[in-house]
């Protein structure tokens, strides 16, 4: 069993900063690649960016590359989103944690976690 908790959410102005955190539990970790997801209110979850189970690569939504970085800690089984340049409203959302998936179908991957709301306020 697989469980992922994610943490880092909120309120933050527009053109700010937010790190989000997912921690991972039950099995090994580093076999996992770990993506990001999100979903605004009355659309569908999208995705956002997704890192190999070494780090050594990634992919990012054309709509956040330059402003997000997507990084894990297999030591910590943890993989992290950090969020530059906020902007309101598309990056408002609900963030969600995957894992076992590669690519940009949420259909692709096996685990989620419960999400976390991020504002972008103006």
């Known amino acids: 069993q697989v469980q992922l908790v994610e943490s880092g959410g909120g309120l933050v102005q527009a053109g700010g900063s937010l790190r989000l955190t997912c921690a991972k539990s039950g099995r090994t970790f580093t076999t996992y690649n770990m993506g990001w997801f999100r979903q605004a209110p009355g659309k569908e979850r999208d995705f956002v960016a997704v890192?190999?189970?070494?780090?050594?690569?990634?992919?990012y939504a054309d709509s956040v590359k330059g402003r997000f970085t997507i990084s894990r800690d297999n030591a910590k089984n943890t993989v992290y989103l950090q969020m530059n340049s906020l902007k309101k409203p598309e990056d408002t959302a609900v963030y969600y944690c995957a894992a076992g998936g590669w690519g940009t179908s949420d259909r692709d991957y096996d685990y989620w976690g419960q999400g976390t709301q991020v504002t972008v306020s103006s």
């Open positions: 890192i190999n189970w070494n780090g050594g690569s990634t992919i």
